[in-house]
């Protein structure tokens, strides 16, 4: 199976920078679309940031000029590098990204070969407040 692990989230003070990170880890063939979501208390989660395979990126119009998402696909590893931070954008991240990957049938011992599968981290938080 894949799992996506984030990390670095946490308080840090308006105006200030803040870099979270997100890692893939399985029996991964290629990784599509790699991106940053976030839900606030009682907000429905929302796109912040995603970038494609080839380095195309595309922001939420909030973040715009303030973060950064980047990937090292060598390392199926996602960042986003956040700054000029606000206290609206508290909240908890997650990590999402569009997967081709192999895994065994416990039963048949056969290698099966998923394509295009979304994962999902289980979330980081940011905390923006002084």
């Known amino acids: 199976q894949v799992q996506l692990v984030e990390s670095g989230g946490g308080l840090v003070q308006p105006g200030g920078s803040l870099l979270i990170s997100c890692a893939a880890s399985?029996?991964?063939?290629?990784?599509?679309?790699m991106g940053w979501y976030r839900q606030s208390p009682g907000e429905q989660r929302e796109l912040v940031a995603q970038?494609?395979?080839?380095?195309?990126?595309n922001y939420a119009e909030p973040v715009k000029g303030r973060f950064t998402i980047s990937r090292d696909n060598a390392k199926n590893a996602v960042r986003l590098q956040m700054n000029s931070v606000k206290r609206e954008d508290t909240a908890v991240y997650y990590c999402?990204?569009?997967?081709?990957?192999?895994?065994?049938?416990?039963?048949?011992?056969?290698?099966?070969?998923?394509?295009?599968?979304?994962?999902w981290g289980k979330g980081i938080s940011v905390t923006v407040s002084s």
């Open positions: 970038i494609s395979s080839s380095g195309v990126t």
């Open positions: 399985g029996d991964i063939l290629n990784i599509n679309s």
């Open positions: 999402n990204a569009d997967v081709d990957y192999v895994d065994t049938d416990v039963q048949s011992m056969e290698r099966r070969y998923w394509y295009g599968i979304v994962h």
